[in-house]
Each structure stands twice: as C-alpha cells, then as structure tokens.
C-alpha cells in the first residue's frame, strides 16, 4: 500500500492494516478508524501508553495489540459498526473483571458506544493490572 492510499474498511468499519510491530503500524490503524472511533483509538492508545509507559505495540489481525514484551499480548482492540471492542486477554484474573464475557475462557471486553462515556479511570487500572500478568503468545 503506498503512504497516500487510505486502508480499506473492513466489516464492521474496521481497517485493514497490514501485521507489523511498533508505533507506527498502531498510529496508521488509528487514524484509519472511521469518525467518532479515531478519537476512542487515539484515548485507549494515550491512556495505554501512559498506564505502562515501556509497552510494546503491532498490528495483527488487523487490530492493534499491546505487551510486554514481542508477540506477548495483553490487550487489543477492533472496530465494529456500533462501537470499538477492548480485549483483555486474561481479563478473568482482573478485579472487577471487564464487562462483556466472552467464549474464550479467560477472555474479557469491554465496549465502548459512541454516546456513552467510559470510566477511563477503570480501564487505567485494568491495563496496569492486565500488564503484570504476562498476556498472551501469538
């Protein structure tokens, strides 16, 4: 893709990034994330960065994903139409545990809708706490 193309928007309104680790692959899905998302994008990705200062950041899957170390994930999110899904990879061993469950056993989310704000002071602990337990390999 050359730097003057615009991603595609998958389902959902999600762009398609292509799998890359760093800042930069993160920064290109955000700015890619459609309206009112972009400014969600943006927030969880200043609130992560802020919450656990070192973090290690890519894109795969077409969401950006961060952890602690390369290819050990904590967190990611994903554009869907009516709203961005936060993933906590291990979000059972979180107190309180986030919102939405999920088929995946340890796995928890939380949605973030358009109109309804989100408690950034909540989602700042899940992140610290989600950092200190390793994550994920992939």
Known sequence: MSKNAKPKLLSG??????KG??????EAYIEAMPDW??????KLDRLIEKAV???????????PFYGTEKDVWFLSFHCFTRYVK????EGTKLEPMPPESSKHGKVRY???YKDKPFD???????????????????
Do not use: C
């Open 53 to 63: 200062p070192d973090v290690q950041k890519g894109v795969k899957w077409n969401s």
């Open 13 to 18: 309104g999600n762009p398609q990034i292509p």
């Open 86 to 89: 936060v993933t906590f990879l």
């Open 120 to 138: 950034e002071d909540q989602f700042t602990d899940w992140v610290i706490h989600a950092s200190k337990l390793g994550g994920e390999k992939m």
């Open 110 to 112: 939380l949605n973030i």
């Open 21 to 26: 680790y760093g800042n930069e692959p993160v």
């Open 37 to 42: 998302k972009r400014d969600i994008g943006r």
